[in-house]
């Protein structure tokens, strides 16, 4: 798990070095600094501090119209599946781009549209998992130190606008796809994708950000 949050810790300081290369460019709008502060409280009211989710953004301003986007966290859940109780934590990614929907121009307010493809990897457990047989009482299945990634691809729309200065602040609303909805090996799957929620087909999500644009 260090080495995920090295990777996007490497990713988020290679993209903010680019954008600070070009910085000069008349195509270079520059850069902001995201921390989404909804998820985790939405999360501690709905699940009563079983799941708790953690994440940061950035995105890069370019032509007045497009922004390349980054997005990780990390997340720890404690839920049931497959009728065992599940305990799991791990890092994930998002890497996409959003197109401002208002006409071009310099203003610091944009509504936008976009594409993410996203992946997490992380440790579970599943434990007391019913063994159910029609003839023969089996005793309950244990799976202990799983690992599992899992991807997925969301649509995504929301808003930035400028507070004060550079302060910032936004949302987005996703419409999240699961891809890796089985397991080639039939191992044991985690009943919560870190990045994405509870493992089901489709997901809804949204995030509220604050930011500082550099």
Same mark, same amino acid.
């Given at each position: 798990?260090?080495?995920?949050?090295?990777?996007?810790?490497?990713?988020?300081?290679?993209?903010?070095?680019?954008?600070?290369?070009?910085?000069?460019?008349?195509?270079?709008?520059?850069?902001?600094?995201?921390?989404?502060?909804?998820?985790?409280?939405?999360?501690?009211?709905?699940?009563?501090?079983?799941?708790?989710?953690?994440?940061?953004?950035?995105?890069?301003?370019?032509? /007045?119209?497009?922004?390349?986007? @980054?997005? $990780? %966290?990390? #997340? &720890?859940?404690?839920?049931?599946?497959?009728?065992?109780?599940?305990?799991?934590?791990?890092?994930?990614?998002?890497?996409?781009?959003?197109?401002?929907?208002?006409?071009?121009?310099?203003?610091? /307010?944009?509504?936008?549209?976009? @594409?993410? $493809? %996203?992946? #997490? &990897?992380?440790?579970?457990?599943?434990?007391?998992?019913?063994?159910?047989?029609?003839?023969?009482?089996?005793?309950?299945?244990?799976?202990?130190?799983?690992?599992?990634?899992?991807?997925?691809?969301?649509?995504?729309?929301?808003?930035?606008?400028?507070?004060?200065?550079?302060?910032?602040?936004?949302?987005?609303?996703?419409?999240?796809?699961?891809?890796?909805?089985?397991?080639?090996?039939?191992?044991?799957?985690?009943?919560?994708?870190?990045?994405?929620?509870?493992?089901?087909?489709?997901?809804?999500?949204?995030?509220?950000?604050?930011?500082?644009?550099?």
């Amino acid at each position: 798990m260090n080495k995920v949050l090295l990777i996007l810790s490497l990713c988020c300081f290679a993209l903010y070095a680019s954008a600070k290369e070009y910085g000069d460019s008349a195509v270079y709008q520059g850069i902001s600094i995201k921390l989404d502060i909804a998820t985790p409280i939405i999360e501690l009211a709905r699940s009563k501090a079983k799941i708790q989710n953690y994440e940061i953004a950035m995105n890069v301003r370019i032509a /007045n119209r497009f922004y390349p986007t @980054l997005e $990780a %966290g990390y #997340a &720890l859940a404690e839920t049931s599946a497959d009728g065992g109780n599940y305990e799991g934590q791990g890092g994930f990614a998002r890497l996409g781009i959003d197109l401002s929907a208002l006409k071009k121009g310099t203003s610091e /307010n944009c509504l936008m549209v976009g @594409l993410r $493809a %996203g992946g #997490a &990897l992380q440790q579970f457990q599943i434990i007391d998992v019913p063994i159910h047989d029609d003839f023969w009482q089996l005793p309950n299945v244990n799976y202990y130190d799983q690992h599992h990634f899992d991807c997925w691809g969301e649509v995504v729309a929301g808003c930035q606008v400028q507070v004060y200065k550079g302060f910032q602040m936004g949302w987005y609303v996703r419409l999240k796809l699961l891809f890796t909805r089985t397991d080639k090996q039939g191992d044991a799957l985690p009943g919560y994708v870190p990045g994405y929620g509870y493992r089901r087909d489709t997901n809804w999500g949204i995030n509220y950000y604050i930011a500082y644009k550099f």
